[in-house]
């Protein structure tokens, strides 16, 4: 027990302990400032009586505790969020007379915010689902919000259709669940009759949906927007993030195992990076392109369920994003961050994308309901770091409301901080295209195809990953009861790769292969392969800010050790001792190490990578703990990395990998830390 806390057991206060403010705490007070003197017992008539009305403060507590919650987000309600800097590399003038990209190595403050979308707040971080990848940059021309997606398409081409989308992936309304999982009847129901959706289905499908960290997934803004100079010439322009740390996934398997393990593996991983130092990083690149390019691009560049291949248009990098704060408080920061797509800056624009103009209607209104009125852009994460001068006034908890007498424009006033006036030169100017048409209610044919980039998509990866999109497509559509659904998605995969559509109808045994769906525009074989859409074919080769579980007993080889500690701390990755009792363990030289979990809170899921250094008698005692077997039995199962040494094959032996030695199994007593590690940069060991 702290030696602060004094018991004060004593007649009339229940016996708490308790600490006063004579024991040099500062005084609490009320949320009005009147000191408390008892904030353990409410006002009574008398020791058994009852409660007094008048109780103020007893009365405030409960009431603000009564309001603490505000609506969690419809979609993204689960997020995590992050303070640092946005570094420009280069200025670009030429493009953009955003004033963020115009100086050389200036460094703009931003929040990021991670989510998951389909669950709730509470629900776990390893679902398979799109991530979101939402950041504010508090640019000193006002606030820009990119809120992106780690996928770069989206389920459908119109904002009209989001509702429904977001209503079919839920919750079930009758039931309440499935939670944060899209393996259900209405989902699948829903895409099936969407052919729209089939290639996010397939990133969704796709090792994408399942990263090994938030600071190993790509980003997307994935809209086209604009970029403006200043002598107004216009280009679009698509955003992408990429991590500095390289993309990495989880498998299935794992990632179910996570989600009992840590529900909070994304954001706790995220914390302490950042805690370590190792500041997540992303590199931002724009593909930037014109209207010519536009015509003659096999798609629509307004259709958010394509892409634009890197291949065909490069990303040129232009910054970096730095995470490098953790918030002070989750509530006041992550979860009342307001993004909103319509939070651009002078040198960006809009694009007719459907999708994005219907986004720039509903964020606003969101926050507006989320966080209960209009002055949530004074909230200190949502307030621009730049000058705000304008007439907006009053409304709910209103903080800034414009000092002096005037409140309205033109005025006759003379000019002061608080008599602003609008900037024809500088202001923000929407791009001066033309537009006309008729009023109407239509889906562009241009937008017709939607099969062609979700084959290319398929074909672009390596069989490894192809290996886990089949068996994502039949592990969701097994959690479907009805038949036709299930058939009706195999009748659009029919659309994409033939392979791909047998192997999902025998790995869901079906009776009868169904007719191909009918498809608006007939799919396109002749495009090419595009490498950057998988992860395993850019795989970073480096075991930098990852994590390798040491699994030890008493007596653990301490040369070893020391040689692995100190190729780890050379590659800038992390450790973790894992042992029987958290206590820890002593190595072959007496020295004692505190263990950081106990075999039952450490599975080797938590790990890239393992090693068992124990004693021969210290492994068979692990051989009897079950959780010490599904140590490396998964390991082995997840394909990562196991160093060993001889002493350690009674563990082996009982979790039945005895004849299991593969290239992946590394014995230490034969070559050093450092060469483990450099096995390690392959971070899985697939050919298992
Ligand atoms: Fe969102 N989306 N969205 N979305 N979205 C929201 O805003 C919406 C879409 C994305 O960390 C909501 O604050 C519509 C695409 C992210 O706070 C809501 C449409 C992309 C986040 C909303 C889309 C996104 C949201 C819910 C179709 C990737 C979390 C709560 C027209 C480019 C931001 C909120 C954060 C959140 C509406 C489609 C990304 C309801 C109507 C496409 C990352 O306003």
Not at 150 to 176: C, T, W, Y
Not at 236 to 258: D, I
Request: charged share 25%; with cysteine; net charge negative.
């Amino acid at each position: 027990m702290a030696e602060s806390f004094k018991y004060a057991g004593k007649k009339g206060n229940g016996g708490e302990l308790r600490q006063s403010a004579s024991d040099g705490y500062p005084t609490m007070t009320t949320a009005q400032g009147c000191p408390v003197s008892d904030d353990q017992n409410s006002l009574k008539v008398g020791e058994r009586g009852p409660g007094l009305m008048e109780d103020q403060v007893l009365r405030e507590k409960l009431f603000h505790f009564d309001h603490e919650r505000i609506p969690e987000r419809v979609v993204h309600a689960r997020g995590y969020g992050a303070h640092g800097y946005f570094e420009t590399y280069d200025s670009l003038e030429e493009l953009t007379c955003a004033d963020i990209f115009k100086r050389k190595g200036e460094k703009t403050p931003v929040f990021a915010r991670f989510s998951t979308v389909a669950g709730n707040k509470g629900s776990p971080d390893l679902a398979r689902d799109v991530r979101g990848f939402a950041v504010k940059f508090y640019t000193q021309e006002g606030n820009w919000d990119l809120v992106g997606n780690n996928i770069p398409v989206f389920f459908i081409q119109d904002a009209m259709k989001f509702p429904d989308l977001v209503h079919s992936a839920k919750a079930e309304p009758d039931r309440g669940f499935p939670q944060a999982q899209t393996a259900h009847d209405n989902f699948w129901d829903f895409v099936s009759l969407s052919p729209e959706s089939m290639h996010m289905v397939m990133w969704a499908m796709s090792d994408r949906a399942i990263p090994r960290s938030l600071r190993f997934m790509e980003g997307f803004g994935v809209h086209t927007f604009k970029f403006i100079n200043d002598e107004g010439e216009e280009k679009y322009v698509k955003f992408h993030w990429k991590p500095k740390g390289g993309m990495q996934s989880v498998v299935w398997n794992e990632a179910l195992k996570l989600n009992g393990a840590d529900p909070d593996f994304h954001r706790r991983d995220m914390w302490e990076s950042i805690g370590n130092g190792d500041f997540p990083e992303w590199e931002l690149g724009v593909q930037v392109f014109d209207q010519q390019f536009a015509d003659e691009f096999e798609f629509d560049v307004f259709d958010a369920t394509k892409l634009i291949p890197e291949e065909q248009v490069p990303v040129k990098i232009v910054g970096r994003m730095v995470l490098n704060r953790v918030v002070d408080n989750f509530f006041a920061e992550t979860e009342q961050v307001a993004f909103c797509t319509q939070n651009i800056v002078p040198g960006l624009d809009f694009t007719p994308d459907p999708l994005l103009q219907g986004r720039n209607f509903s964020y606003l209104d969101t926050q507006t309901k989320r966080l209960g009125g209009p002055n949530f852009t004074q909230i200190p994460v949502n307030a621009p770091k730049c000058p705000m001068r304008h007439f907006q006034q009053d409304g709910h908890m209103a903080m800034q409301n414009p000092k002096g007498r005037v409140n309205y424009e033109p005025n006759s006033w003379s000019a002061s901080e608080n008599n602003p006036r609008e900037c024809p030169a500088h202001g923000f100017k929407s791009s001066s295209e033309q537009m006309s048409g008729d009023k109407l209610r239509y889906r562009s044919d241009t937008f017709a195809d939607h099969y062609s980039q979700a084959r290319q998509f398929y074909l672009s990866q390596t069989e490894v990953e192809q290996g886990h999109i089949q068996s994502a497509y039949v592990f969701e559509l097994s959690k479907v009861e009805h038949l036709p659904i299930r058939e009706r998605l195999v009748s659009h995969l029919l659309n994409i790769d033939e392979t791909l559509a047998n192997k999902v109808a025998k790995g869901l045994g079906l009776q009868e292969m169904p007719d191909p769906a009918e498809a608006a525009m007939p799919t396109r074989k002749d495009l090419p392969v595009s490498d950057a859409l998988s992860i395993l074919k850019n795989a970073p080769n480096t075991f930098k800010v990852r994590k390798l579980g040491i699994l030890v007993s008493d007596g653990f080889d301490a040369d070893i050790f020391e040689s692995v500690v100190n190729a780890l701390k050379s590659e800038g990755a992390n450790f973790e001792i894992i042992a029987a009792q958290v206590g820890g363990a002593k190595c072959s030289k007496g020295k004692h190490f505190e263990a950081d979990q106990v075999i039952n809170g450490g599975p080797s899921v938590l790990y890239d990578a393992v090693l068992v250094l124990t004693t021969e008698e210290g492994a068979e005692k692990l051989a009897a703990i079950a959780e010490a077997k599904d140590f490396v039995s998964d390991a082995y199962a997840h394909m990562k990395y196991i160093g060993f040494t001889a002493q350690a094959k009674p563990l082996f032996k009982a979790a039945g990998l005895d004849d299991k030695a593969d290239d992946g199994w590394i014995d230490l007593a034969k070559i050093s830390g450092e060469a483990f590690i450099e096995s390690l940069r392959n971070l899985r060991f697939w050919q298992r």
